[in-house]
């Protein structure tokens, strides 16, 4: 029952939250119904990622709901000069042999100034027209953008919560037990990262184009909380 009842209420607070952008906190309080706001958006994003066959799209649309930039664009900052081969297992998922060619890509996506996520892609270029294989080497464009037409899908194996504002089993206790254990500090302040993705990107035919390691970072809650009520 009290599994019902909390999965309830993180899908009204989910809803709220959707719905609802002028809970944003410039900066957050560091008080319970602070974390409460905080927990039910990551929760939020983490379930429409999941749910999402874009990372772009579904980041791209949370900058546009909460209102985050002036346009709400998502743009790839891509890291000149890294090299990461892929393993044997990323070439065991990607479905290709030992000889097949197999690109890395670094990107952090941003959406105004704010870096939403930071981004290691491991994917195969013969799998994508020559048009997209020079975008995705001479421009800022996103991956998931780039490859639009292919009609991808994401498959999930792997996610890890970095961070989460309320310990488990916050829901048993009260609210002055919960915050009396923590530092008295004006300002909800979150870690850089607060969940990653793992994910296999397919084109629309089902064959594996990429691999994706994705980092999600505490700017998702950077709002502009007046600019939001003045809408």
Known sequence: MRSMMRRAAFAGLAILSAAAPT???APWPDDFIGRLEALALVETL?????AGRSATLVLEKWCADHHMAAEPKIVAHVAAGVAAPPSAEQRERL?????EKVKYRRVSLACGEHTLSEADNWYVPSRLTPEMNRALETSDAPFGKVIAPLRPFRR??????RWSPLPAGWEGQTRETLMSERPKTADLDPPHALFEHRAIVHGGDGKPISEVRETYTKEILDFDAAAVRER
Do not use: D, I, K, Y
């Open 46 to 50: 983490n379930a429409e990622l999941l």
């Open 95 to 99: 479905a290709v042999g030992a000889e």
């Open 156 to 161: 999930t194996f792997s996610v890890e919560m």
């Open 23 to 25: 809970w944003a906190r």
